[in-house]
Every structure is written in C-alpha cells, then in structure tokens.
C-alpha cells in the first residue's frame, strides 16, 4: 500500500504543485520543473525510467519522450531530513 504525499494546487492562470515530503518520501518530475526546495530536499537526476529496469528500459523510457519533445532526463526529490516537512 502507497503513502499518500501530501501536495496542493495553488495560481489560477499560472498553476503550481505545492508538495510536503516527510522524511524519506521521494517525487520524481521532470527536469527543470522545480521552483523552490527546502535545504532538507535532495535533487538527483536519472536517465530514463525513474524507478530500476534495466538499461534497455531506460532507454526506451527516454527515447519515448524525446519522440513527444520531454527532456530525456527526470529529477527526483528526496526528503533528507529527519523531522519536518
């Protein structure tokens, strides 16, 4: 079973995804999406499929969204703190 990840939607013209990590919960975006994090998030960016597979699948993963103009690359934000949101 999934934890649920605490977000909200705020803008009305300009809409954005406000998102409270707990420690450990992780969100995958795509590059370049992020306007502003806590010192306690950690970027990183993958290559391809954000979760395992192998290189085959991460290549596919990115060749699908090169074919639909998204960049190849997706970050991933991790709550690397131990308290807070």
Do not use: W
């Amino acid at each position: 079973m999934a934890h649920e990840i605490e977000y909200r939607i705020l803008g009305d013209d300009l809409q954005f995804v406000e998102i409270l990590l707990d420690p450990g919960e992780t969100v995958v975006s795509e590059a370049g999406g992020m306007m502003y994090m806590s010192g306690a998030i950690k970027m990183d960016s993958q290559f391809g499929a954000a979760a395992g597979g192998g290189m085959f699948n991460k290549l596919l993963s990115a060749g699908k969204r090169f074919m639909t103009g998204e960049s190849l690359f997706l970050a991933t934000f991790t709550h690397s703190g131990s308290k807070g949101k």
